[in-house]
């Protein structure tokens, strides 16, 4: 069996990377399916839990969500994923349970007042959020491609990002990050 393709879309609270995963869905040739750390979240019980005990439940559900998607990948289902990787063992452990070669890393940036203004108008998530994952999620500093929804619509960037898949380099992002965290596989 011949293991799906993986859209990876990384970026703070509010960049639109769902945004950008529903317009993938509708432009892109074959099946995929949009898995969102959101949707993870959401499935978790939503009662009162001790800082300790929200941590905790918040690392096995990112951990249950990475190999989540390295299951469906491993069967031959094309993913568009959409994640926040604010914390670097949240990249490390993707690295070390999805197939390099299978991935395309896109990091999804937007300017910052532009995320207060987006965090302001939604209204489903904490304020000031994106502003404290702003200087995380990006300092890896390597992706395959890179799409800014501060100047482009989430249309535009799924779009770019189709027109990208035939052209993919090798290695890919999470080749190289792999080889510079010493992750074998």
Same mark, same amino acid.
């Given at each position: 069996?011949?293991?799906?393709? %993986? %859209?990876?879309?990384?970026?703070?609270? @509010?960049?639109?990377? @769902?945004? %950008?995963?529903?317009?993938?869905?509708?432009?892109?040739?074959?099946?995929?399916?949009?898995?969102?750390?959101?949707?993870?979240?959401?499935?978790?019980?939503?009662?009162?839990?001790?800082?300790?005990?929200?941590?905790?439940?918040?690392?096995?559900?990112?951990?249950?969500?990475?190999? @989540?998607?390295?299951?469906?990948?491993?069967?031959?289902?094309?993913?568009?994923?959409?994640?926040?990787?604010?914390?670097?063992?949240?990249?490390?452990?993707?690295?070390?349970?999805?197939?390099?070669?299978?991935?395309?890393?896109?990091?999804?940036?937007?300017?910052?007042?532009?995320? =207060?203004?987006?965090?302001?108008?939604?209204?489903?998530?904490?304020?000031?959020?994106?502003?404290?994952?702003?200087?995380?999620?990006?300092?890896?500093?390597?992706?395959?491609? =890179?799409?800014?929804?501060?100047?482009?619509?989430?249309?535009?960037?799924?779009?770019?990002?189709?027109?990208?898949?035939?052209?993919?380099?090798?290695?890919?992002?999470?080749?190289?990050?792999?080889?510079?965290?010493?992750?074998?596989?």
């Amino acid at each position: 069996m011949t293991p799906g393709r %993986i %859209i990876f879309l990384n970026g703070t609270s @509010s960049s639109g990377k @769902s945004s %950008i995963a529903r317009e993938l869905l509708g432009l892109l040739d074959g099946v995929y399916s949009h898995l969102s750390v959101d949707a993870f979240n959401a499935m978790r019980a939503q009662r009162e839990l001790s800082p300790e005990e929200f941590d905790a439940a918040l690392r096995r559900t990112r951990l249950g969500f990475h190999r @989540s998607v390295a299951a469906m990948a491993e069967v031959g289902n094309d993913l568009v994923v959409d994640h926040v990787l604010s914390e670097p063992w949240r990249l490390t452990d993707c690295l070390t349970v999805l197939r390099p070669k299978d991935v395309l890393f896109v990091g999804v940036h937007c300017p910052l007042p532009e995320l =207060e203004r987006r965090e302001r108008v939604r209204g489903d998530r904490e304020t000031g959020l994106a502003a404290l994952q702003y200087d995380l999620v990006h300092t890896h500093g390597d992706y395959d491609l =890179e799409c800014d929804t501060g100047t482009a619509s989430p249309r535009e960037c799924a779009e770019r990002i189709r027109d990208f898949l035939p052209h993919r380099p090798t290695p890919t992002a999470f080749s190289r990050l792999r080889a510079r965290y010493a992750i074998e596989g």
